[in-house]
């Protein structure tokens, strides 16, 4: 069974940063696949943030370009976001995903998730 466990979540001035990891357990991650981050403010859709497929290629959204870097640690199966600069705008339940990539991004549906880590970024 595939576990996806986000940490590092918290509450932090504007301007601050934080990092995120995600512990894969479970999960084969083929050559195919990708893993990212996901964002939802309340009454708002979940959104891409960063994608990084088996390879290492990373995508971003526009919104965070240049603040947030996406890595990966194969060997543990752990995914990271490093968030700097951070804003109020960035307040969302954080999820990381993963599964097979199309185009550089992970296919919709995306097959697994995790249970989101809250970060609240205050002004």
């Known amino acids: 069974q595939v576990q996806l466990v986000e940490s590092g979540g918290g509450s932090v001035q504007a301007g601050g940063p934080l990092r995120l990891s995600c512990s894969a357990s479970g999960y084969t991650y083929y050559f195919n696949h990708c893993m990212g981050w996901f964002r939802q403010a309340p009454g708002k859709e979940r959104e891409a943030v960063a994608t990084?497929?088996?390879?290492?290629?990373?995508s971003y959204a526009d919104s965070v370009k240049g603040r947030f870097t996406i890595s990966q640690d194969r060997a543990k199966n752990t995914l990271y976001l490093q968030m700097n600069s951070l804003k109020p705008e960035d307040t969302a339940m954080y999820y990381c995903?993963?599964?097979?990539?199309?185009?550089?991004?992970?296919?919709?549906?995306?097959?697994?998730w995790g249970q989101g880590t809250q970060v609240t970024v205050s002004s």
């Open positions: 995903a993963a599964g097979p990539c199309q185009k550089g991004v992970l296919a919709i549906p995306v097959r697994y």
């Open positions: 990084i497929s088996w390879g290492g290629i990373t």
